[in-house]
């Protein structure tokens, strides 16, 4: 059975960093392109990133541009999201995403 388990989520302050990461699990997924989404309260869920199989081409959401950073490590079948520089405006549940297969989320809450 195919699952994705996201982890590293927490409280941190305005200007901290955290760091996401995503363990695929039940198939190989080295192939594939991975994906971050988040959802804040009250909005929908929107795109934060995305890598290709090889890590050749990444893509960022504009609002995070600069200060999030996306990575893989395929032998491991594990993604990981460095965020730097976090606002309040950050604050949701991230997701870990490949194809039609997602995680349960893990909460990121940034402080003012």
């Known amino acids: 059975q195919v699952q994705l388990v996201e982890s590293g989520g927490g409280l941190v302050q305005a200007g901290g960093s955290l760091r996401l990461s995503c363990a695929a699990s039940?198939?190989?997924?080295?192939?594939?392109?991975m994906n971050w989404f988040r959802q804040a309260p009250g909005k929908e869920r929107e795109f934060v990133a995305s890598i290709s199989w090889r890590s050749d081409t990444t893509t960022y959401a504009d609002s995070v541009k600069g200060r999030f950073a996306i990575s893989r490590d395929n032998v491991r079948n594990t993604m990981y999201l460095q965020m730097n520089s976090l606002k309040p405006e950050d604050t949701a549940v991230y997701y870990c995403n490949i194809m039609s297969t997602w995680g349960k989320g893990t909460l990121v809450t940034v402080s003012s």
């Open positions: 039940g198939r190989t997924f080295s192939l594939y392109a």
